[in-house]
């Protein structure tokens, strides 16, 4: 009788175990989750991406910093309008950002979108905070029949 009411003992004791076991386990993966999702949205807020529509009404405002970051050829076809043209591959590409206000939101544009999530990416190096790049670039801009000056 004394042997049954240890071996009870041992497995109630290893069935304790597994369900603490499982429930920390749980609790740890909740937590690196948590921690996931904070770190991914305090990324998320510097560079986003917006449509054609919200970009207009945004970036098309006085005094937004509207940057195009296109070859010299293709800005010549048309640009949108008070943005400044800061050719990526130009050798005062550093100094023009510097022209920037990290304090306030930056619009950037190119072709497709390529060129200017780099750009975003440069500008969220150089302490930059809220930065909108133009989807699909100044092509979906055209297609949705919106003005170039």
Avoid at 75 to 85: M, S
Wanted: with cysteine; glycine share 6%; hydrophobic share 35%.
């Amino acid at each position: 009788m004394l042997g049954m009411q240890r071996i009870e003992n041992s497995q109630r004791l290893k069935y304790a175990l597994i369900a603490m076991t499982l429930c920390f386990s749980l609790w740890s993966c909740n937590e690196a989750t948590s921690q996931k999702e904070v770190s991914g949205l305090a990324t998320q807020e510097v560079i986003t991406v917006i449509d054609v529509d919200t970009f207009e009404k945004e970036a098309l405002v006085a005094g937004a910093q509207l940057v195009d970051v296109r070859r010299d050829n293709e800005w010549e076809r048309g640009h949108l309008e008070n943005a400044k043209h800061f050719e990526m591959n130009n050798p005062n590409w550093q100094s023009q950002i510097e022209t920037l206000d990290k304090s306030k939101p930056v619009y950037v544009y190119c072709a497709k979108g390529g060129r200017s999530a780099k750009c975003a990416q440069q500008l969220k190096e150089a302490g930059f905070t809220t930065i909108y790049d133009l989807e699909g670039g100044i092509n979906n801009w055209n297609s949705a029949g919106k003005p170039l000056e």
